[in-house]
């Protein structure tokens, strides 16, 4: 089963990447998760991982003794022709719950398979409501029918063919007594037709841009009934992706969103469903792309759009930057102009925006070459200015420099070793950085064999803050994290090329220039964090960035590891930084279980 399974997915990602895409993807990931494999093929696999961390009966029924807060809970649950065996054990995973507070809502959405209207009409628990409706409506119509039977506090989600964890409702329960949400969910893995469960998909909190790009949010839900009943349900002409319309309409009427960091729900790997075969619903790609962009016209108008990409549904939510809006790119120096000189050419071969000044912070160069590089290009380009900055290195500094020289609506800040590759990235970039909610953007960066040298920064990877997925292939493959080519939210980006609005700097502030070498691009990510923005990583703008040629290596001061204690405070924790995930390592840039 497992090869046929490989073979189905095989298929898959060679209708949607080709061939030779898919070559490199499997050896990628061979190569690159090695100790992923090894770990799934020792005594402690997935399977094992689950069991050590299996709920405790009696402690849970303690737990629940001390609820302040008992709501019911309505399962919702759609049926239409499915085989019985898996619609009975999706319905054994709700009795076994050990929480008892729960009824299962099912509609029948005008089933023709003898079988399961006779397993149906069988059950007799006062627990389980039944509905058999006339005739097939779709599953937006029958989930809509099942919420209408219910009478719970919170409205929670299951397909008929998946199941749920005896924990689950407990811990729905226990987050609702903890943080009054209105919008609860949990991380999610898969399961077979032999019911060995993999891939799990370990999930950051709260991150409205990923749920922009993918579905992440997907399994377990629940949601409070009186949202869902002021939203309307769910909405037909969304079949395929009906629950990520819903969920991203509930995300405009609540901030009271919990994330779970536990897996409680098991996705069905069968040809019937898209855990199993991406294709067993071909309306869904499209109705996914039309729920994010009926999503970006309500809260953003004409100044955002959705377009597909080349993997399957993700999508590329981008936001307009207009022509009028001046850039003003720092580039802090020293010597070294061929990096340099292909850093600037770049910006003008490749970008399509207009308008642009380029402040290059000259930090003591001494050669020659250098200063006859800087007259020549400054009279070569009239919107790039040379600033002397005679002092020693200090990053921060320079860029506030910087800053105090420039006249741009947004900043970027860029290191002299990268390389412009995405013509459009300054827009693509901008964009983000000028909305509201957002603080500080920074695209995909590669290093020049096309590996991954930044895709965004989890604070805490490998004791201090690292780079996610550094030297990895830039391929999309989602377990047992969020794939490095999909658009999320990040505590922090790197400040090898990091945008920030003016507006955004006023707001915050500078630089902290008590730290002298690193540190305090992450500062700064963790400063606009704690403000109640948003930072963002854009997938889809690219990069190259020669890391660590351009200056001698210097050793790390104490002071700025005695700066990143201070400001980097909980999130070097397992579980710190909110956009990663608790079960998931920091002593390797590749994700992978603790």
């Known amino acids: 089963?497992?090869?046929?399974?490989?073979?189905?997915?095989?298929?898959?990602?060679?209708?949607?990447?080709?061939?030779?895409?898919?070559?490199?993807?499997?050896?990628?990931?061979?190569?690159?998760?090695?100790?992923?494999?090894?770990?799934?093929?020792?005594?402690?696999?997935?399977?094992?991982?689950?069991?050590?961390?299996?709920?405790?009966?009696?402690?849970?029924?303690?737990?629940?003794?001390?609820?302040?807060?008992r709501p019911k809970i309505s399962i919702i649950m759609p049926v239409y022709n499915i085989e019985t065996k898996w619609l009975s054990a999706a319905i054994h995973s709700v009795r076994d719950q050990l929480y008892s507070n729960w009824e299962l809502c099912i509609s029948d959405d005008g089933s023709s398979n003898s079988e399961t209207l006779h397993f149906l009409k069988k059950i007799r628990d006062p627990r389980i409501k039944i509905q058999f409706l006339k005739k097939n409506d779709g599953i937006s119509s029958a989930s809509n029918s099942a919420i209408?039977?219910?009478?719970?506090?919170?409205?929670?989600?299951?397909?008929?063919?998946?199941?749920?964890?005896?924990?689950?409702?407990?811990?729905?329960?226990?987050?609702?007594?903890?943080?009054?949400?209105?919008?609860?969910?949990?991380?999610?893995?898969?399961?077979?037709?032999?019911?060995?469960?993999?891939?799990?998909?370990?999930?950051?909190?709260?991150?409205?841009?990923?749920?922009?790009?993918?579905?992440?949010?997907?399994?377990?839900?629940?949601?409070?009934?009186?949202?869902?009943?002021?939203?309307?349900?769910?909405?037909?002409?969304?079949?395929?992706?009906?629950?990520?319309?819903?969920?991203?309409?509930?995300?405009?009427?609540?901030?009271?969103?919990?994330?779970?960091?536990?897996?409680?729900?098991?996705?069905?790997?069968?040809e019937t469903s898209t855990a199993g075969n991406p294709?067993?619903?071909?309306?869904?790609?499209?109705?996914?792309?039309?729920?994010?962009?009926?999503?970006?016209?309500?809260?953003?108008?004409?100044?955002?759009?959705?377009?597909?990409?080349?993997?399957?549904?993700?999508?590329?939510?981008?936001?307009?930057?207009?022509?009028d809006s001046l850039v003003s790119i720092i580039i802090p120096t020293k010597d070294n102009i061929p990096y340099l000189d292909a850093c600037v050419e770049s910006i003008f071969q490749?970008?399509?925006?207009?308008?642009?000044?380029?402040?290059?912070?000259?930090?003591?160069?001494?050669?020659?070459?250098?200063?006859?590089w800087f007259i020549r290009i400054a009279k070569k380009y009239g919107?790039?200015?040379?600033?002397?900055?005679?002092?020693?290195?200090?990053?921060?500094?320079?860029?506030?420099?910087?800053?105090?020289?420039?006249s741009g609506d947004v900043f970027i800040f860029l290191n002299n070793d990268t390389r412009v590759i995405?013509?459009?990235?300054?827009?693509?970039?901008?964009?983000?950085?000028?909305?509201?909610?957002?603080?500080?953007?920074?695209?995909?960066?590669?290093?020049?064999?096309?590996?991954?040298?930044?895709?965004g920064v989890v604070v805490g990877l490998g004791g201090w803050a690292d780079h996610v997925y550094k030297g990895n292939k830039p391929i999309h493959f989602g377990s047992p994290y969020v794939s490095p080519m999909v658009k999320r939210n990040v505590l922090a980006v790197t400040g090898s090329c990091m945008v920030i609005s003016r507006k955004t700097l006023e707001k915050i502030g500078e630089f902290d220039e008590s730290f002298l070498i690193c540190g305090s691009d992450v500062e700064i990510c963790i400063r606009a964090?704690?403000?109640?923005?948003?930072?963002?990583?854009?997938?889809?703008?690219?990069?190259?960035?020669?890391?660590?040629?351009?200056?001698?290596?210097?050793?790390?001061?104490?002071c700025d590891f005695q700066m990143s204690i201070r400001y980097y405070k909980h999130y070097r924790e397992i579980g710190g930084d909110p956009f990663y995930n608790k079960n998931l390592s920091l002593k390797d840039t590749i994700p992978n279980l603790i």
């Not at 790009?213 to 409070?224: D, E, K, L, T, W």
């Not at 004409?302 to 993700?314: G, I, L």
């Not at 308008?355 to 250098?370: C, G, M, V, W």
């Not at 919107?383 to 420039?406: K, M, Q, T, V």
């Open 422 to 455: 995405s013509s459009d990235w300054i827009e693509r970039l901008g964009g983000h950085a000028l909305r509201d909610d957002v603080g500080i953007v920074g695209p995909l960066l590669l290093y020049e064999d096309g590996a991954i040298q930044h895709a």
């Open 1 to 69: 089963m497992k090869t046929i399974s490989l073979l189905k997915k095989g298929i898959v990602s060679i209708r949607s990447q080709g061939v030779m895409n898919t070559v490199h993807k499997a050896a990628w990931y061979l190569k690159q998760n090695r100790d992923i494999i090894s770990f799934y093929n020792e005594a402690t696999d997935y399977e094992r991982w689950l069991e050590l961390r299996s709920p405790h009966r009696k402690t849970i029924q303690q737990e629940i003794e001390k609820f302040r807060k």
């Open 148 to 270: 209408k039977m219910a009478e719970g506090e919170f409205v929670a989600f299951l397909d008929h063919d998946d199941e749920i964890t005896e924990d689950a409702l407990f811990e729905i329960v226990k987050a609702i007594n903890a943080e009054d949400p209105d919008f609860i969910y949990s991380d999610e893995d898969k399961i077979d037709c032999n019911g060995k469960r993999r891939n799990p998909f370990f999930k950051p909190d709260w991150s409205p841009d990923l749920l922009r790009s993918q579905n992440y949010i997907c399994h377990f839900v629940a949601i409070r009934k009186s949202i869902l009943d002021k939203i309307g349900g769910f909405r037909k002409g969304f079949e395929g992706a009906q629950d990520y319309d819903l969920f991203l309409r509930v995300s405009e009427e609540t901030n009271q969103i919990c994330h779970i960091p536990k897996v409680l729900y098991s996705w069905r790997e069968i």
């Open 529 to 558: 964090h704690e403000a109640g923005l948003l930072n963002v990583y854009d997938s889809f703008v690219r990069l190259y960035h020669y890391e660590s040629k351009t200056r001698v290596a210097h050793d790390i001061p104490k």
């Open 350 to 372: 490749k970008s399509s925006h207009p308008k642009f000044e380029i402040i290059i912070l000259n930090n003591r160069s001494q050669e020659a070459d250098s200063k006859s």
């Open 383 to 406: 919107n790039i200015s040379i600033i002397e900055a005679d002092y020693p290195f200090c990053w921060s500094r320079l860029n506030n420099h910087g800053i105090h020289e420039a």
């Open 279 to 323: 294709f067993s619903k071909p309306k869904a790609q499209k109705s996914g792309l039309l729920a994010v962009g009926d999503h970006l016209k309500r809260l953003y108008g004409k100044n955002a759009q959705v377009k597909e990409c080349e993997h399957p549904f993700v999508y590329d939510a981008y936001f307009s930057f207009p022509d």
